[in-house]
């Protein structure tokens, strides 16, 4: 159970921080409404919330298997939300940081 409710909670922040930023982005670069910026900053406000709910207690363990998420997360998003084709460079990096976001996360560790 611990390991799907870490999947989950990445896969949650990951749409709240990388929505987030696109949508400040689109704002901001692309010319969208303002609002959309307000709703960007309001999703990554957020993400800071759900980073918390990670069952491990250790904030630089959490964070930086994070960004291995958000790598891949970030690529995807590009590709559902911006037609964004990665080439075999990108998809190589990210399952590579998805791997270790797996061995921070999911490696064998003393108790206590």
Known sequence: MTVVLVVVLFVIAAVAEI???WLVWQSIREGKPWWWAGLGMMALAAYGFIAT?????N???ILAAYGGVFVAGSLAWGIVFDGFRPDRWDIGGSVL???GVAVIMFAPRPVG
């Open 19 to 21: 929505g987030g930023a």
């Open 53 to 57: 709910l990670q069952p491990d207690a």
């Open 59 to 61: 904030f630089g363990r």
């Open 97 to 99: 940081c998805l791997v």
